[in-house]
């Protein structure tokens, strides 16, 4: 809880010491996370989908000619739920999944007409876990058995990732609209098997509001 404390605070710091000249924006939208296991190098990898929702704000400043640097903070949702029948077993099992998310992004745009901005962004996000739970039961003869557990708990399930990405937008009217793809550096398993890695990818589209 201290490390997210620090990470927090540090990503409060940060976008309050921006420029003057800096724009703020909240926004929110969708995205679609993707856990690639793999239990050996050559090993097909085995995926796991979630999808949630983000939100947050962020501020942009402006470098030089159509250069941008946006630095921001955001909330991450995502759940994914699987229910089965097998052999007259009731089965179901809930993931969900919070996430601090600091993207540092670069981006470089034009205006093809007034009042309006389209532009690409690139750049790495910091992302910490925090909290992850799953909440697995079954249903035998119409009593229902199982519980809730915390996958930190489990010295494999790492919390922390780097991810680098970019995307495109449009502003207009005060308005930005984004679309982006993210893919995770570090490998999210911290057991002691050798050769095991997960991986995360996000897709993440979203509109935001500019002030």
């Known amino acids: 809880m201290k490390k997210i404390v ?21 926004g929110a939208g969708y995205v679609n996370s993707v856990d690639s296991y793999k239990i ?8 796991n989908a979630l999808n949630g929702f983000y939100a947050g704000f962020s501020y942009t400043m ?13 909330y991450e949702f995502l759940t994914k739920n699987d229910a089965s029948n097998v052999g007259g077993l009731g089965l179901n099992g809930n993931v969900t999944e919070h996430y ?4 540092l992004a670069f981006s ?16 790495p996000t910091a992302s910490v876990g925090l909290a992850s739970t799953t909440d697995a039961s079954a249903s035998v003869a119409g009593v229902q058995i199982g519980g809730k557990t915390d996958n930190y708990d489990n010295n494999g399930y790492g919390r922390f990732d780097i991810l680098l990405g970019g995307g495109a937008g449009i502003e207009f009217n005060g308005f930005r609209l984004t ?8 490998n999210r398993y911290t ?9 995360t990818s996000r897709l993440h589209t979203g509109i935001a509001f500019l002030f």
């Open 100 to 103: 601090l998310n600091v993207p």
């Open 6 to 26: 620090t990470i927090l605070s540090a990503a409060l710091l940060l976008l309050a010491g921006t420029s003057a000249y800096a724009q703020m924006s909240v």
């Open 179 to 186: 679309v982006g793809y993210d893919y995770g550096m570090l």
């Open 108 to 123: 470089y745009g034009a205006s093809p007409a007034a009042g309006v901005r389209v532009f690409v962004f690139a750049g």
């Open 191 to 199: 057991g002691g098997v050798e050769d095991v890695s997960r991986h």
């Open 40 to 47: 050996s190098k050559n090993a097909d990898p085995s995926k």
């Open 62 to 74: 402006p470098l030089t000619g159509g250069l941008n640097f946006t630095p921001g903070a955001y």
